[in-house]
């Protein structure tokens, strides 16, 4: 079994380090384990980031200018990230042209794959739920009920204002490709 990671980075915060043991436990047990990356901050040879340089400047462009501009829009007290994952990238191309038997996403906002470049993907999925956006909106975590209840105007939490993000993000991801998420 060939089995590709993707993870926004290897070793540069919780989520990013519980998949690079995953990873490093899987390559333990004789099992083809690759970690894809946006962002590398090991020198393990085992990690690929596939970015060239001026691939790396994009992705801080677009993780930075685009979630911050449009995060802009929503005025909330929910310190919490957010992750639109509006805009395409090439990652697609390369897990599908690659010989993987399963794609095991991680943490993968930051602009790393859009919602609608994860519909795209045609290998078997397994996603590792770091936190909770891929079943929330735009946030990363969140107490109140939406996520449940369906991210609706009449349920909008006092503390935000100005354009919903969260119903909006959550719309997308509800409405993307042919098969919607499935928990």
């Given at each position: 079994m060939r089995i590709i990671h993707l993870s926004y980075s290897d070793i540069n915060g919780g989520a990013f380090r519980a998949t690079y043991r995953i990873h490093q436990s899987l390559l333990k047990q004789g099992?083809?384990?690759?970690?894809?990356?946006?962002?590398?901050?090991?020198?393990?040879?085992?990690?690929?980031?596939?970015?060239?340089?001026?691939?790396?400047?994009l992705n801080k462009l677009r993780s930075q200018v685009i979630n911050n501009s449009f995060l802009k829009m929503l005025k909330s007290e929910n310190n919490i990230p957010h992750s639109l994952s509006v805009l395409p990238s090439n990652w697609v191309k390369y897990i599908n042209n690659s010989d993987a038997d399963i794609i095991h996403l991680h943490w993968i906002q930051n602009e790393m794959l859009s919602i609608k470049d994860i519909s795209k993907i045609k290998k078997p999925i397994v996603w590792t739920l770091h936190d909770m956006w891929a079943f929330c909106g735009a946030e990363h975590y969140t107490n109140d009920n939406r996520w449940r209840e369906g991210y609706y105007p009449n349920n909008r939490p006092n503390y935000e204002s100005g354009f919903d993000l969260n119903r909006w993000t959550w719309n997308r991801k509800k409405n993307i490709g042919k098969t919607p998420f499935k928990l």
């Open positions: 099992i083809s384990s690759r970690l894809w990356v946006n962002e590398k901050k090991s020198d393990d040879w085992t990690v690929e980031d596939l970015n060239n340089k001026i691939g790396k400047v």
